[in-house]
T-cell receptor
Framework: NAGVTQTPKFRVLKTGQSMTLLCAQD?????MYWYRQDPGMGLRLIHY???????AKGEVPDGYNVSRLKKQNFLLGLESAAPSQTSVYFC?????????????????FGQGTRLTVV | TQLLEQSPQFLSIQEGENLTVYCNSS?????LQWYRQEPGEGPVLLVT?????EVKKLKRLTFQFGDARKDSSLHITAAQPGDTGLYLC??????????????FGTGTRLTVIP
């Protein structure tokens, strides 16, 4: 069972470089999310998608772009990396909106991508 | 702006001891989830509580949702080294877009010493 797969797992970028993080899920989930995790700050939502072809901004969207061209994939892009974007990035997916008062509200997370911008 | 504060931030206890972790907010959430995260892994859901005052038990873990649905607690009885990890609470809320998302707390890092 693959679940949610993130690539790459580690990356070091120089300031100003660009990169794309890939998230793939094989559970046919409608919702997908990108979070960043920093020490002492928990997980903060960057962008999310409620279905193929749709994206929306989360709590900390500046400096990031996303695309959901296929239902199973959610891409996170950094156009011009900055040291403040050094973080661990997590992708997640859920059948419905995580926390929705219905069944199947669990969010499934990938293993994370550790990004360092120097 | 949502704010979910967890306390304590760090907790180190001996095997067999009991502990309680708190998750507090000034906001009302429609439901609240608890996740556990181990090093190098993503968070994994432990429980979802929905009703104010609700209590759920998962083996040695007891979760409670406050009556006003603003706070929650996690109590572990007779902690074991396998309980070591980062515990995260997450409150569910509705975005302006109508989507239901989670707002995560700051986390409690628990270490259980054998």
């Amino acid at each position: 069972n693959a679940g949610v797969t993130q690539t790459p797992k580690f990356r070091v970028l120089k300031t100003g470089q660009s990169m794309t993080l890939l998230c793939a899920q094989d559970m046919n989930h409608e919702y997908m999310y990108w979070y960043r995790q920093d020490p002492g700050m928990g997980l903060r939502l960057i962008h999310y998608s409620v279905g193929e072809g749709t994206t929306a901004k989360g709590e900390v969207p500046d400096g990031y772009n996303v695309s959901r061209l296929k239902k199973q994939n959610f891409l996170l892009g950094l156009e011009s990396a900055a040291p403040s974007q050094t973080s661990v990035y997590f992708c997640a997916s859920s059948y419905r909106g995580a926390g929705t008062l219905s069944l199947n509200t669990e969010a499934f997370f990938g293993q994370g991508t550790r990004l360092t911008v120097v | 702006t949502q704010l979910l504060e967890q306390s304590p931030q760090f907790l180190s206890i001996q095997e067999g001891e009991n502990l309680t972790v708190y998750c507090n907010s000034s906001s009302v959430f429609s439901s609240l989830q608890w996740y556990r995260q181990e090093p190098g892994e993503g968070p994994v859901l432990l429980v979802t509580v929905v009703t104010g005052g609700e209590v759920k038990k998962l083996k040695r873990l007891t979760f409670q949702f406050g009556d006003a649905r603003k706070d929650s607690s996690l109590h572990i009885t007779a902690a074991q080294p396998g309980d070591t990890g980062l515990y995260l609470c997450a409150g569910a809320y509705r975005e302006q877009t109508g989507a239901n998302n989670l707002f995560f707390g700051t986390g409690t890092r628990l270490t259980v010493i054998p």
